[in-house]
Nanobody, 116 residues
Framework: QVQLVESGGGLVQPGGSLRLSCAASGRIRSPYVMGWYRQAPGKQREWVASISSSDNTNYVGSAKGRFTISRDNGKNTVYLQMNDLEPEDTAIYFC??????????WGQGIQVTVSS
């Protein structure tokens, strides 16, 4: 089994920054893709960004140029640096791991609120 624990959320003013962390434990073997999703009130969960075990990164259009996904293999941690935050970024953010031959895993989610 794989466990994912998010941290780093909170309340920030528009234009501010936050860095989310996702600490992974368990058997994580390549190939895999780790990513961030978010779910705003009354909306479906949407994919935000992902990074593969070969370091390919992808972003949803609204995150390009503002968010950066990265990973620290030594710490088994994936980060989402979010800059220039907007009220529309307010959501619960979930860490996800898709691991070949192991399955699809989710963190418990963490709240990000962008408000003045």
């Amino acid at each position: 089994q794989v466990q994912l624990v998010e941290s780093g959320g909170g309340l920030v003013q528009p234009g501010g920054s936050l860095r989310l962390s996702c600490a992974a434990s368990g058997r994580i073997r390549s190939p895999y893709v780790m990513g961030w999703y978010r779910q705003a009130p009354g909306k479906q969960r949407e994919w935000v960004a992902s990074i593969s075990s070969s370091d390919n990164t992808n972003y949803v259009g609204s995150a390009k140029g503002r968010f950066t996904i990265s990973r620290d293999n030594g710490k088994n941690t994936v980060y989402l640096q979010m800059n220039d935050l907007e009220p529309e970024d307010t959501a619960i953010y979930f860490c996800n791991a898709q691991i070949a031959l192991a399955g699809n895993f989710w963190g418990q989610g963490i709240q990000v609120t962008v408000s003045s």
